[in-house]
């Protein structure tokens, strides 16, 4: 992989589409993800965005923003009042084009900077979404954002592995210990089971979710991946892979299925699609 560190002018940027109505604005760490190239890579919509991409394949480079909190601090006042006047709240979802726990964050530590920047300027709402299980290890930090902060953890399936596709960021065990850790932290934790995946055990699945989660949001690469009937997935890998272990999950009628099992384990804590992603749990 390529890594090369550059500055840029503005880290918040103003979010449409499928974040529209989840938050104001979007904040990336890096451009580019340190785990283009394990599971969450394969059905990542970023690797279709020439304007990221470039002509790179998806997980051969990873762009560092060094200067993403002195842009944050220099920027949050405006970008707040714009948020409170044509969206009602500033929120900020950390992140949707890259993993903020890249396995590089350990030496540039561009999102630890990027919290400690929020700490003095905190939004209303804070969504740090992440595939790794390395976010407990910023416990005690996150832990200084918690009237603000809700932690996405995003575990597909109860499965570590789908044929002919590469391993997760993160285990499946791993990424449930996480969760576990954060939440007797005092912190909002929400399972994201998205794209929904084969789910070999589901009742037992969902019950672990609801032991060290406060909700779960399920969607499927269908109507998630920001393309008409999952178009952009469905020219990936991913269903074909996702067929083979069980039939007829690569259709929406299969998240159906599973919303249903979660709703009866996790009443009232279950979020669908881009209203979950948004905070509404039913």
């Known amino acids: ?9 503005g880290v918040l940027t103003r979010t ?12 990336q760490p890096y451009r ?21 991409t470039r002509g790179r394949p998806w997980g051969s480079f990873l762009e560092v923003r060094t ?21 009602g709240a500033f929120r900020v979802f950390l992140s949707s084009a890259t993993d903020p726990f890249v396995p590089q964050e350990k030496k540039y530590g561009v999102t630890e900077s990027v919290l400690q920047a929020m700490i003095t300027e905190p939004p ?13 290890d910023y416990s005690d ?3 200084e954002l918690k009237a603000c902060a809700r932690i996405h953890i995003t575990i597909e399936s109860d499965r570590d592995r789908l044929p002919g596709l590469p391993a997760p960021a993160s285990s499946v065990a791993a990424r449930f210990e996480a969760a576990s850790r954060l939440r007797a932290a005092g912190l909002r934790v929400v399972i994201t089971v998205s794209p929904l995946l084969p789910i070999e055990h589901p009742r037992a699945f969902f019950a672990r979710c609801n032991e060290c989660a406060d909700a779960v949001i399920v969607d499927h690469f269908i109507g998630g991946d920001g393309s008409a009937n999952g ?34 384990i996790m009443p009232g804590c279950v979020g669908v699609g881009a209203r979950g992603f948004a905070g509404t749990f039913e």
């Open 124 to 136: 209303d709402e804070l969504i740090v979404q992440t595939h790794s299980a390395t976010v407990a």
């Open 32 to 52: 580019g993800c340190g785990f283009g190239n394990a599971l969450c890579g394969e059905y990542c919509y970023v690797r279709h965005n020439a304007y990221v």
């Open 16 to 27: 449409s589409g499928y974040l529209r109505d989840v938050t104001s604005h979007s904040l």
């Open 231 to 264: 178009s952009r997935t469905r020219r990936t890998p991913l269903p074909e892979a996702m067929e083979a272990v069980q039939a007829g999950t690569a259709e929406l009628a299969y998240r159906e299925r599973m919303i249903a099992i979660a709703r009866e």
């Open 67 to 87: 200067n993403a909190a002195e842009s944050y601090v220099r920027t949050v006042a405006r970008e707040r009042k714009w948020a409170e006047r044509e969206r």
């Open 141 to 143: 930090l996150l832990q």
């Open 1 to 9: 992989m390529q890594v090369t560190e550059t500055t840029i002018k």
